[in-house]
């Protein structure tokens, strides 16, 4: 019989289930925006009630239970997401025996052959190996017994229990070790009374039997797991002189470690309050829901979302002696922003239990660790490889990000400030700040913008170009209504970026003038008839703004061919704002630049020269 997962019976709303589970029924471009938008829905219904992830991993676990109904395609991915995500959720609550079931379900579809394989060496010598528990179990009860823990009513039972097979491959794995090298295939579990009792079994076992190393003793019942756990671990030379390794409970902590969270309802009265401990346990579910309202960026957030729910971890002190857990792997850094994200910006150093080291240093077991905070040091693109943990990485891009807004926004003004005086300088009229205003709300919905440091900080990127501001701002004679050959109020459309004396079509837009579209752009094709308007440029402007075109090269892909095309450009005096290549199928790469150009003359010159280079095979405007 399977176990099955209880889920508390007060208050529940079923709209937050229902919300999680109809998200799959939305539109997404993407499958990363699809599987994202699944995780927050999740995460955000887990901040307000708990439970409601005990009914999606019931509903999970179900659906592994009943895959091999699944096309073999629909089984890997459902597998995969399960794997990744599901699991490792279980993990974090604490549900043992759900965490094993999923992820040997996982791997039966995943990798069916290395599956196979070690269900095959489990089944081969299962007669040997339940003989052995058997009297391993026999061996534990007489000691337990002689040790006076049986005689006064303290221990309620001595049992085995054979590992998962995941777990025993994932072992073998990282150990680079054969199946016969896994030692604890079989593990041992001694169930007692109270605290007292675990510490004097622990005793009774190590009088019998050598600990098979100082490393293998771990004490989770003074230092509990983030997810609740605790039990003492000991790993000795047994019986036979085979390794194995026990853990010592109460049933109280027994049913916490199998149930996870969920055991906490069983052992909590209504309305009685967590200890300080128990609370702490919601940490990693606080900063989580933190990273899920932070993150933009789907594949980023579903990387940050996988690493934060499936870490090992280590424990290491602050001078005062708090306790902080951190992922496996984690630096002096990680540790500086897990405590606060000021003290992370500003980490100068660290000491190590009283030694100075560096920001790369990893953090070890028991470890007290002091950050040296430096008014100065302010983060830095290398940090992101000194750190493990998401909420540092995070926190080091949004400076780096903040940093890169505020210098663009300098930038821009810089640049708009210097157009201006440009065309003041050539005749234009100055503009008086009631007029800069209005006609800034044109040009800021005319570039899809909300505020002027967006269009501030677009300059500094170099995202739009001085020029088309400076048109908008102050007005151009280079468009004429056929109509009635008067200027009007226009904007060049930025999606197909017209030049001077190609052919183009205007569409009449509410209260933003006449925008001005090349002809052929599928902006034209998709608006109303009867708000085009045929248009023409003014053969007598002068002064007109340069533009960054977009050409695509097909091109051979060797050495020195986008060191020609670059010099094909600038021996007609044109500048190149940006270019990249990527590699198509065959031996050939596509080649895109922006290049500053004003008229269709200058493109025709561009075009003509790149088509005269070695290597080019075709090309277009975009």
Request: net charge positive; glycine share 6%; aromatic share 6%.
């Amino acid at each position: 019989m399977r176990p099955t997962i209880t889920i508390p019976k007060q208050s529940f709303s079923i709209n937050k289930v229902d919300g999680v589970t109809k998200v799959g029924k939305l539109p997404f471009t993407s499958t990363a925006e699809h599987q994202s938008e699944n995780y927050r829905k999740l995460i955000l219904a887990m901040s307000e009630d708990i439970r409601v992830v005990l009914v999606k991993l019931a509903d999970r676990t179900h659906n592994m239970r009943t895959l091999q109904y699944m096309p073999p395609e629909k089984q890997k991915r459902i597998a995969r997401e399960t794997m990744e995500i599901y699991a490792p959720i279980a993990h974090r609550l604490g549900i043992h025996w759900l965490k094993s079931e999923l992820e040997d379900e996982c791997f039966m579809y995943l990798s069916p052959e290395k599956y196979a394989r070690v269900k095959s060496q489990i089944s081969e010598k299962a007669v040997e190996r339940q003989e052995y528990e058997c009297h391993v179990v026999k061996v534990l009860e007489s000691q337990m017994k002689d040790g006076g823990l049986a005689s006064d009513g303290k221990t309620l039972s001595v049992s085995g229990r054979t590992k998962g097979l995941y777990s025993i491959y994932t072992k073998m794995k990282k150990q680079h070790i054969n199946f016969e090298d896994v030692y604890d295939k079989i593990g041992f579990r001694i169930i007692v009374n109270d605290v007292a009792s675990c510490y004097q079994a622990l005793g009774i076992i190590h009088s019998h039997w050598k600990p098979a190393g100082t490393g293998k003793i771990k004490d989770y019942i003074a230092l509990p797991k983030q997810n609740g756990y605790k039990s003492l671990h000991t790993t000795i030379i047994g019986p036979r002189g085979k390794r194995i390794e026990i853990q010592i409970r109460t049933a109280e902590m027994h049913e916490v470690a199998e149930s996870g969270i969920a055991a906490h309802w069983m052992y909590k009265q209504k309305n009685q309050k967590y200890s300080e401990h128990e609370s702490s346990q919601f940490t990693w579910l606080r900063e989580l829901l933190a990273e899920v309202q932070r993150q933009n960026d789907p594949v980023e957030f579903i990387d940050s979302v996988k690493e934060d729910l499936f870490i090992k971890e280590v424990y290491a002190f602050s001078p005062k002696g708090e306790l902080y857990a951190l992922a496996r792997g984690a630096s002096v850094l990680d540790f500086a922003y897990l405590i606060h994200s000021e003290l992370g910006n500003h980490c100068g150093g660290a000491k190590v239990n009283g030694k100075i080291v560096t920001l790369k240093h990893l953090v070890q077991n028991g470890d007290t660790v002091e950050i040296l905070k430096s008014h100065n040091q302010t983060p830095k693109r290398e940090w992101l490889r000194y750190v493990r943990t998401s909420k540092a990485k995070s926190r080091i891009r949004s400076w780096l990000k903040r940093r890169q807004r505020e210098r663009s926004i300098i930038e821009g003004k810089a640049i708009l400030e210097q157009g201006m005086r440009k065309y003041n300088n050539k005749g234009s009229v100055e503009l008086s700040k009631k007029e800069y205003q209005r006609k800034l709300e044109h040009i800021l919905s005319s570039f899809n913008l909300n505020e002027e440091k967006e269009l501030l900080a677009a300059l500094g990127y170099g995202r739009i170009s001085v020029g088309s501001v400076m048109e908008a701002l102050f007005g151009s004679p280079a468009i004429l209504c056929e109509s009635d050959k008067r200027s009007s109020a226009y904007a060049k459309a930025e999606s197909c970026r017209p030049l001077h004396g190609e052919r183009v079509l205007g569409v009449t837009t509410k209260g933003k003038g006449i925008k001005v579209h090349r002809q052929g752009c599928k902006h034209l094709l998709e608006a109303d008839d009867q708000r085009l308007i045929k248009v023409e440029w003014d053969e007598a402007s002068s002064n007109l703004a340069f533009r960054a075109i977009s050409i695509e090269v097909l091109c051979e892909d060797r050495p020195g061919v986008l060191a020609s095309i670059c010099n094909a450009v600038s021996s007609v005096n044109y500048s190149i704002t940006s270019m990249n290549l990527r590699k198509v199928s065959h031996g050939r790469g596509l080649a895109r630049l922006e290049v500053m150009l004003r008229t269709a003359e200058d493109l025709d010159k561009v075009v003509s020269k790149i088509k005269q280079e070695d290597g080019v095979i075709s090309l277009q405007r975009r």
